[in-house]
């Protein structure tokens, strides 16, 4: 008897929270388009270059490659940093640039070369950065490499590589000579489809200058690069988020400097620029024992960004590269020595790249600015421990959930179509309050091509806590054809997540053989059922979706 009531109390129970759960309601009208699906979100970074060629750099590159419809671009530091082949967390070299002992230069181009090499064998491109200073050109070489390591200052890493040089004319024959290289190596036309840059975050302590040496430094590169290639695309600054007043200050000056400035090297007015670059990070914080995020505090940065570049009639046109765009600043910072950072292995990461990038397309379409590429400062760590909590999108070649998610954007094309409905959170909500208190971010990104169609919905919420499912009516018009395909894919803690199988499993430092094979499928994006054909009824589709919190669907229909 006992045991028959509290039965019915469960049921009871059930019911009520059923009761209590509010439907949200998504609908997508396919004849309504709203701007491209550009593939802005292919694009992939790292401080340690020389990762690239390492045995799980190279897997990741390829899996990289396959995902997308289109070429990836990578963006690297350390490209120019003096050194042999360093593998230190937030460092890397090349040593391309030495001098003898009368002060002549001698380039070798060995490493860089292997780089690029690594990239281009699998259909990536080069986000190529003119970086950091070679320690026989900086003005204070000494101490030049730092040593530092997760829980240490943050500042410990600005050495002797983050200094101007000691003669720019020196520094502009080896950008010229990079580039002609290139050239040389790879042909014209495909240096030209690649796009350079000088420096990272200038307006902190990566540049020991000042802003108008950084405008100095600018002009002796771009000179030298279009000298060597006449139609490189060459561009800057890659400052930090512009919603903090300093790094806007300095972008600013940037700007007017390549409009008007006299310039350092040609003595004429103006600079080249073929695209503007600045950084955008989220922060995120440890709240009554859970991680919370704060995507708002990274759309601030986009969107103040967007109308710095806007607020210029001449180069409001041009391509914007955000260089980095993440949930927080420090890739190699683990979550054993910042808590906060526990989000990155399992399901809030992957919702929240969903979430955050849906945005990024709508503040561009606010601001009409032409928004060319927001680059995820993630990819993977060598020799570290399975799932440490580095923002990376592999470990030890094992596919965190996150990678998933830009596998489903790899599935969108075309042009994206209008999403109406319920959603308590629209862009400029997140952006200004992120998503907070009693509702979760339950919305959508839907694209249409030619043959296909899909549909990203997402159960977001900046607080990392457990909650009911969402039960998400959607209604799909503007269909083609009366009968379409459905493949439904799915991230969530039991799916496209090797996360939660490794935790299964004891989390072991040192996985078998059979428990490696077991996570690289588990690190697969999966789907959820098996492919269906559904009939449409006048050009419309209406489903139910039971879509778990910090869950990611991808719905790709063809017909």
């Known amino acids: ?96 640039y030495t001098e003898d002992e009368k002060g002549n230069p001698i380039y070798d181009w060995t490493i860089v070369d292997k780089i690029f090499d690594t990239y281009l064998e699998r259909g ?35 050495k002797g590589w983050a200094y101007p040089p000691k003669d ?42 000042t802003v108008d040496e950084y405008c100095q430094l600018y002009d002796f590169t771009a000179d030298a690069a279009k000298r060597a290639l006449p139609t490189i695309k060459i561009g800057g600054p890659e400052t930090t988020g512009p919603s903090w ?5 300095f972008l600013q000056t940037f700007l007017k400097h390549c409009v008007s400035g006299r310039n350092y090297a040609t003595n004429k007015i103006g600079s080249p620029l073929d695209f503007i670059s600045f950084h955008a990070k989220g922060a995120p914080k440890i709240v009554d024992g859970h991680v919370q995020m704060n995507m708002g505090t990274q759309l601030r940065d986009i969107s103040e960004g967007f109308r ?3 607020s210029f009639p001449t180069l409001k046109h041009l391509p914007i590269i955000i260089g980095e765009s993440d949930p927080e600043g420090c890739a190699a910072c683990g979550m054993k020595t910042n808590p906060q950072n526990a989000y990155r292995n399992g399901t809030m990461y992957s919702s ?21 590429a ?40 075309g042009q994206r179509v209008a999403v109406t409905g319920n959603q308590k959170y629209d862009f400029i909500t997140v952006r200004d309050s992120s998503v907070r208190g009693p509702y979760a971010d339950i919305n959508a990104l839907a694209s249409k091509d030619t043959r296909s169609a899909a549909v990203m919905l997402w159960h977001y919420h900046d607080d990392d806590l457990q909650a009911p499912d969402a039960h998400i009516a959607l209604t799909l018009t503007g269909l083609p054809a009366t009968r379409v395909r459905l493949h439904h894919y799915r991230i969530d803690n039991e799916n496209s997540n090797a996360y939660e199988l490794w935790k299964k499993m004891g989390s072991p430092e040192n996985p078998t053989p059979e428990q490696i094979t077991q996570l690289e499928k588990a690190g697969q994006l999966s789907l959820l059922t098996s492919p269906v054909y559904l009939n449409t009824t006048g050009s419309t589709l209406q489903l139910n979706v039971q879509l778990p919190r910090q869950g990611v669907s991808l719905l790709k229909f063809d017909w």
Do not use: C
């Open 308 to 310: 710095i570049v806007a």
């Open 124 to 158: 990536i491109k080069p986000l190529a950065q003119f970086s950091f200073m070679p320690e026989a050109l900086s003005t204070h070489p000494q101490p030049y490499e730092h040593h530092w390591k997760p829980g240490m200052p943050y500042n410990d890493i600005y």
């Open 352 to 372: 929240y790249t969903a979430a955050s990038f849906a945005r990024k397309y709508a503040l561009a379409d606010y601001h009409k600015v032409n928004l060319k």
């Open 168 to 209: 720019y004319k020196k520094w502009a024959e080896l950008v010229y000579q990079w580039v002609r290289h290139s050239v040389e190596r790879y042909g014209k036309k495909e240096v030209e489809s690649w796009y350079w840059e000088l420096w990272n975050e200038p307006n902190i302590g990566y540049w020991k200058g």
């Open 245 to 249: 007043n300093k790094a806007a200050e």
């Open 1 to 96: 008897m006992k045991k028959i009531l509290l039965a019915s109390i469960g049921a009871l129970m059930s019911l009520v929270v059923l009761a209590q759960t509010t439907q949200t309601i998504i609908e997508v009208d396919f004849n309504k388009k709203v701007g491209d699906m550009t593939p802005m979100w292919a694009w992939f970074g790292a401080d340690e270059p020389n990762y690239a060629y390492m045995r799980d750099g190279k897997k990741l590159l390829s899996e990289l490659s396959a995902m997308s419809p289109v070429p990836v671009y990578f963006r690297a530091h350390n490209l120019l940093t003096s050194g042999h082949d360093t593998l230190t967390l937030k460092w890397g070299s090349t040593n391309v």
């Open 374 to 413: 927001a680059v995820s400062w993630s990819f993977e760590f060598e020799n570290q421990p399975y799932f440490y909590g580095f923002r990376d999108l592999a470990t030890n070649g094992i596919d965190k959930p996150v990678l998933n998610v830009f596998r489903m954007f790899g599935m969108m094309a």
